[in-house]
């Protein structure tokens, strides 16, 4: 035997790498005209749509530019990345994504971003979409895509229960209000035994986003624990998930599963959502889409391009920007991955009106979504406290689902997590 | 460098005396000098932001403009009077022990297994490291799947036997079981393989002679091998204390479905997840996730400090034992 051997313990010290994108050797003052060689970075989450082929039309135009897409898997990916570095004061792309939902955020800090005003993009967008990326009365960002919602249906599964098949019968039964929604869902859980949507989460943000001022005053002011139509929306979604809901919350692997198993028949489907479910059901060769929504129609989602002060490159990124939500590029996204523009001048687009999704067994999601847009009647508004608040009340529909408090116990708690915010 | 001694004559004496201050310092100053990067390297990654963490607490931070109204201690005032802190700390504390003592059993078993003489030994060393080397983000994704509530792996053979299925994402023991799993799966041949270490240190003749007189395999390893092992054991006890009270990944990454991590009635919740939460989310509430930050380290100093009065005990048992 050996004798006594002393192993020395090694003290491994970890080095963190730090990820700097590199953004060119040129001068700060440059103008990414002429011939200088440039390179640009893009950065983006989920799928804009913003295609490698897209990308490169843009430098076929400027030779001297390259595009480099950076793509986080998801808003809230993004949006801890650009505050990081929005607080470092460096490392961010030349052009940032945000998303609707926590823009009002980073319009805190509207001196950070240039003002991406100009001839080229004047009257682009509708008011309410021009009034999001505005900030000290500044353009900040420029609009990329709208969420307008519409309904998505297994056509298998509702035919079974007698619902209809094609888009225009199914969207003649569930026609009207929530409670029309809800009827039709009764009528397919008697005939079936399974569920009608995935969540009550999910179907909550369909009605959170009809209300001019949900969780908060047009001031900021919180209201969500006193607004009546917060609770009537809870105890309601509430009431129709004990019997309608898959109880499968948005984003986990059970929804992504269940979409493909078919144990939900329908869901809320805002344009962008188009992907999602391709990407989550790819063997599924049933779903599509009825052109209709409750109680007429509403946006959810929808994000905006800036450019941060801090870039190297900024008059070349704003032209960049620019180009990249003219309506002709955002079609082109469109047809990529579902991103519906919010440039008006797409919707008369021939481009546009006409385009099909073959996984949607080729609906008509041209027509579809821009019928669903003209629907939209209220701009919700959507302050600095909106995504926490929205996270406490999620919270609180999920305890319900779950099985893990009552009703009114839940609620009780969402009051006390909102006001635990402040 | 202290060759200009052997020459003494040539130089003159204001060189001499100049060399010889030079060695002065050398021999003072030099040992500090070759210790200073580690406390150079701590004061910057450590020490600074520890200290600068203590001021944001204080104040109402904003975080990109890097400044903020002074708030005395309402910061900590505020985070002690949330039940989530108070959950988030029961989880923490919980999800530490599910993890830790399974943890280190299964390392001691394995490596009291690898201390035997088995075959392809390096094999077996390398293989129980291999979880390691997993990136803990792609356990997460891998782990979350496995323990999905309806369509997960584990639940899909639960009820295949007729067995009910478990609410891994719904109920607080199962949620941070499942946690716990993934921790110990990552940690558990990290930590195997220094206790293996510890035991490879151990005399090979008290085996014999344990032997000789007539003490079997279970009588050495409890006899021998374990007060043998002591420091080492203490060491892996105090790295997975101070770990396991800062987990992040794991809990941060179990459930993708709500921005708000840690379960929707904090059913996995954890101290470092409830700071990541009030910090970004809450619109950038800096100060009090400081001011958990160092409630946090301060729970740690506690645990710390138990830690080395239990080391403390053992070390003047064995003193007297010894004597």
Known sequence: ?422 | MTTTTLRPTERSPRRIAFSQTLSRWDIKLSPYLYISPFFILFAIVGLFPLIYTGYISLLDWDPIRHSGKFMGLDNFAWVLGQTQFWLALRNTISIFLLSAVPQLIIALAIAAVLDSNIRAKTFWRMGVLLPYIVMPVAVALIFSKLFSNDYGLINTLLSDIGLPKVGWHTDVIPSQIAIATMVNFRWTGYNALILLAGMQAIPRDLYESAAIDGAGRFRRFFSITIPQLRPTLIFVIITATIGGLQIFDEPQLFDSSSTVAGGASQQWLTLTVYLHNVGWYQNGKYGRAAAIAWLLFLLIVVIGLINLAITRRIANNDARRNR
């Not at chain 1, 050797?25 to 490698?52: H, M, Q, R, V, W």
């Not at chain 1, 709208?146 to 209809?164: H, M, V």
């Not at chain 1, 569920?195 to 009605?207: K, N, P």
């Not at chain 1, 019928?371 to 939209?376: E, F, I, L, Q, W």
């Open chain 1, 1 to 422: 035997m050996s004798t006594s051997r002393r192993t020395i313990a090694a003290a491994v010290a970890g080095a963190a790498a730090l990820a700097l994108i590199a953004t060119g050797c040129a001068p700060a003052a440059s103008t990414g005209g002429d011939d200088e060689k440039i390179t640009l970075t893009l950065g983006t989450f989920n799928n804009f749509g913003y295609s490698d082929e897209l990308l490169a039309e843009y430098t076929a135009l400027h030779p001297n530019v390259t595009i480099k897409q950076n793509i986080a898997k998801t808003s809230d990916d993004a949006q801890t990345n650009l505050f990081t570095k929005l607080a470092a004061g460096s490392g961010l792309s030349d052009v940032e994504a945000v998303d609707g939902d926590w823009m009002p955020k980073v319009k805190q800090y509207s001196d950070l971003f240039v003002d991406l005003a100009s001839d080229d993009n004047a009257g682009r967008y509708s008011d309410w979409k021009t009034a999001g990326g505005t900030a000290d009365g500044k353009l900040i960002g420029l609009g990329t895509d709208i969420g307008p919602e519409a309904i998505c249906y297994r056509a298998d599964l509702l035919s079974a229960a007698g619902l209809g098949t094609t888009p225009d019968e199914v969207a003649a039964n569930i026609a009207g209000d929530w409670d029309a929604y809800y009827a039709a869902g009764e009528k397919y859980t008697a005939a079936t035994g399974k569920a009608w949507f995935d969540s009550a989460g999910a179907t909550f943000q369909g009605l959170a986003n009809q209300y001019q001022n949900f969780y908060e005053k047009d001031d900021g002011t919180v209201i969500a624990t006193e607004n009546p139509d917060v609770k009537a929306a809870f105890e309601s979604v509430l009431g129709a998930s004990s019997t309608l809901s898959a109880h499968l919350q948005e984003w986990t692997d059970d929804w992504a599963a269940g979409m493909a198993n078919g144990s939900f028949a329908t869901m809320l489907c805002p344009a962008w959502m188009l992907g999602v479910i391709q990407g989550d059901s790819p063997d599924a060769t049933d779903w599509n889409i009825a052109n209709v929504f409750p109680d007429g129609g509403g946006n959810w989602g929808g994000s905006y391009l800036l450019v941060p002060t801090q870039g190297k490159h900024t008059e070349a990124a704003k032209e960049f920007t620019d180009w990249l939500t003219a309506p002709e590029q955002q079609i082109s996204a469109f047809k990529t991955a579902g991103t519906f523009p919010s440039q008006i001048a797409a919707y008369d687009d021939p481009a546009l009106t006409g385009a099909t999704n073959e996984f949607f067994n080729d609906a008509p999601i041209g027509t579809i979504f821009a019928d669903r847009a003209n629907a939209v009647t209220v701009t919700p508004f959507k302050g600095i406290n909106y995504g926490a608040i929205m996270g406490a009340v999620q919270n609180g529909l999920t305890r319900v689902e779950q099985g893990q408090q009552s009703v009114d116990d839940s609620w009780t708690q969402v009051i006390a997590d909102i006001k635990a915010l402040g």
